[in-house]
């Protein structure tokens, strides 16, 4: 073989390596952005998500949770993960960046969704399209402005995703759903009331025992007292849950303590549903997003997920920069991630709460809402579950701390 010949085999052999390589690497963007794709659960759907100058080591890591949930729906038919075919949400960061992100709330959604508003200068949304005025002032971006301009993921959610990079974050599951009551339904201390109003009555209302003849009032007539009370001490209420959350060795005021354990109506003993009585309004039926499992809401057989755990933040999260080739928006992330996100959660408070349970009703959630998410995510929640049963429910019906 002559030398020219030789060299022009070598050339045409590294061209089609390298063209090779940037097919495998680099996602190829949809022709048509009407065109669906039909989804099997228990089929994985590979898709790039590791970018050129991504580590090995981080490869490893991504690809490995991402690999481990693939093989459990491709090879069990039955577990509960296949039988949730289509995401309950799917929301594009920005046309530009092309990566899809499931909402997981209560698993740093707040962060996310200041960065996404970001990304596609969503700060002022307009009120003719969207009509979110409120006493004529504009709302600041929320999810529901995201999901506004959201228009083209439509039903199935997830073939709109096409090869694009598609994300969620993660965190251990019981202490999602504790970090989810006490900023929601705790001591009813959502400023906003929305929880407290839509779920948390009912749940303090049908759970809570009262004897009426101690108040000389009927249920009805103390529980619209206890919600103007509530009300009119929101912001109060709220003071104290972030005190004692943020401060471990911080004492209620006298005045405070009289407001949460108001001895003249058992509705305001303590304002707000106790853990115990929010499980019992979970296991009866009631349903939030905020508590909402993992697997029911993203559908991740349906979606090759890069999976991001909550507890290795920023640095995951910046990971996925990275990824998507958006190093530049590690700033804005690292800041609304150390201004929102205050953790708080130690295995003896968490015990505190779950132990304030009846041992069977902790024994339910744990199999219908937490078990298949602490196995998918291979988060060790075993341990701690056995732990609590073992030691029994404690004598408390509301703990804070």
Request: hydrophobic share 35%; proline share 7%; with cysteine.
């Amino acid at each position: 073989m002559s030398p020219n010949l030789s060299a022009n085999c070598w050339r045409i052999f590294i061209s089609v390596s390298a063209i090779a390589t940037f097919l495998v690497f680099v996602p190829i963007p949809e022709l048509n952005s009407n065109s669906k794709r039909v989804i099997t659960p228990g089929i994985s759907y590979s898709r790039n998500f590791v970018s050129m100058n991504f580590t090995s080591a981080n490869y490893t890591k991504y690809a490995n949770r991402s690999n481990y949930i693939n093989n459990i729906c491709s090879t069990n038919p039955g577990h509960p993960v296949n039988h949730v075919t289509t995401p309950e949400d799917i929301i594009n960061m920005s046309p530009e960046l092309n990566v899809f992100w499931c909402p997981v709330f209560k698993a740093g959604s707040s962060q996310w969704v200041k960065l996404f508003c970001g990304a596609r200068d969503l700060s002022k949304p307009s009120r003719t399209e969207y009509g979110l005025f409120k006493k004529h002032k504009p709302l600041s971006c929320n999810i529901q402005v995201l999901r506004a301009h959201n228009g083209h993921c439509r039903e199935p959610r997830q073939a709109c995703v096409g090869l694009q990079t598609s994300f969620m974050v993660v965190r251990d599951p019981l202490a999602r759903f504790l970090s989810a009551f006490r900023n929601k339904w705790e001591l009813a201390n959502s400023e906003s009331g929305f929880h407290w109003e839509k779920s948390g009555v009912k749940a303090v209302f049908k759970y809570r025992y009262v004897n009426t003849l101690l108040y000389n009032k009927n249920p009805f007539d103390l529980m619209q007292e206890a919600k103007t009370v509530i009300k009119n001490n929101q912001h109060n209420l709220h003071l104290i849950v972030e005190n004692t959350r943020r401060n471990k060795s911080y004492i209620l005021t006298p005045e405070e303590h009289n407001l949460i354990h108001n001895q003249s109506n058992p509705y305001l003993n303590p304002p707000g549903p106790t853990l115990r009585e929010l499980v019992k309004w979970v296991l009866s039926g009631g349903s939030d997003p905020h508590i909402i499992p993992y697997y029911q809401y993203c559908a991740p057989c349906t979606l090759n997920y890069v999976i991001l755990k909550l507890d290795k933040f920023p640095d995951e999260a910046f990971d996925l920069l990275d990824m998507i080739g958006h190093p530049a928006l590690k700033p804005e992330l690292r800041d609304q991630f150390e201004r929102r996100y205050v953790p708080w959660k130690t295995e003896e408070c968490m015990i505190r709460y779950y132990r304030t349970l009846p041992a069977e009703d902790f024994k339910k959630m744990y199999e219908t809402m937490w078990r298949v998410d602490c196995e998918l995510y291979q988060y060790p929640c075993q341990e701690f579950y056995d732990k609590v049963i073992e030691m029994g429910p404690s004598d408390q019906d509301f703990v804070l701390c």
